[in-house]
């Protein structure tokens, strides 16, 4: 059999670092890149800096980028790994890389617009205008060749080409509704000899809907403040604010047949053993890029009033975060 034709769309943090991880375990990757990133990978090759700030290792991989999707082809598996905010404008452009066969990885934050696509029961195909208002996204990514990946790790792009791997190594990958998608097996294979610990999930809707639920509040509100993650939750009343979010979130996981399985408390106490970290949504803000916010908290407030579920606090935090990015230009 022929090597898998590997594509990654999008090389910040997180897809820059599956592309050098993938590089560097021997297989071939090329990547959809633009501007600078494209300009360094092109000229020094994909820099990462893995591991312990300690006993951090550093490659240097080689990785076929382009600018052109035309240049790449039809691809066995395209990782479309980039913000929420710049899904619109990269669908115009993945086209050439999906074939009839190409599994769509989909490696982002918050809710993807395939959601409701294959949950089955009431809400099943349900459409999310705050994901895809234009359904741009569903025209141009089918869903039968969707296979989620939800990602629990931290990676950024610490200067154009390199990528630096912060923290955690985990990764959950399932196509919508469970079914047997025939590329699972290789795209499991290929991210563990790219040395991710990876699983697979019978129902990728209730993962995706469980790390949502941790970092729904979080993330805006360290935007909002500047806060680290450490100080947030050591705030009482802000702690308390987040936990009246995460109850009203927890009411329509269950109107969507995905019930938590555990409290706000439980959840910060896992959230506290990442210490001082920094959201992604703070280092967006204080770069003044584009903030996430209808993908972690406006998808959440549509599925409020979708599901009948009242939704208070999520509506006062979704507001002032809205505002907040409005004042400052980076929500549109």
Known sequence: ?????????????????????????????????????????????????????????????????????????????LVVSVKTTALESIAADIAPLIGPHTAIVTAMNGVPWWFFEAI????????????????????????????????????????????????????????????????????????????????????????????????MTVNPI????????????????????MSAAMREAAQIGDAIGLPIGMTPDERHAITRKLGAFRTSMLNDAQASRPLELDALIGAVVEMGRLTGVPTPAIDSLFGMARLFGRVHRMYA
């Open 1 to 77: 059999m022929s090597e898998p034709k590997i594509c990654i769309a999008g090389l910040g943090g997180v897809g820059g670092l599956i592309a050098a991880r993938i590089a560097r375990a021997g297989q071939p990757v090329s990547a959809l890149a633009r501007g600078d990133n494209l300009r360094a990978v092109r000229e020094q090759g994909l820099v990462l800096l893995d591991g312990a700030p300690d006993a951090q290792q550093r490659s240097v991989v080689q990785v076929c980028a382009s600018d052109d999707a035309r240049e790449l082809g039809p691809q066995d598996l």
């Open 120 to 215: 089955g029961g009431r809400w099943q195909g349900a459409r999310l205008a705050s994901c895809d208002p234009h359904g741009t996204l569903a025209a141009a990514m089918p869903a039968a060749q969707i296979i989620g990946c939800v990602v629990h790790l931290s990676a950024t792009m610490t200067a154009p080409g390199v990528v630096t791997h912060r923290a955690g190594n985990h990764l959950i990958i399932g196509a919508p509704g469970g079914a047997a998608h025939p590329r699972l097996p290789l795209l499991a294979e290929v991210l563990r000899q790219a040395g991710f610990e990876t699983d697979s999930s019978a129902q990728i809707e209730r993962d995706v809907w469980l790390k949502l639920w941790g970092n």
């Open 222 to 241: 360290s935007a909002l403040t500047g806060a680290t993650g450490d100080q947030i939750l050591n705030d009482d009343l802000v702690r308390e604010y």
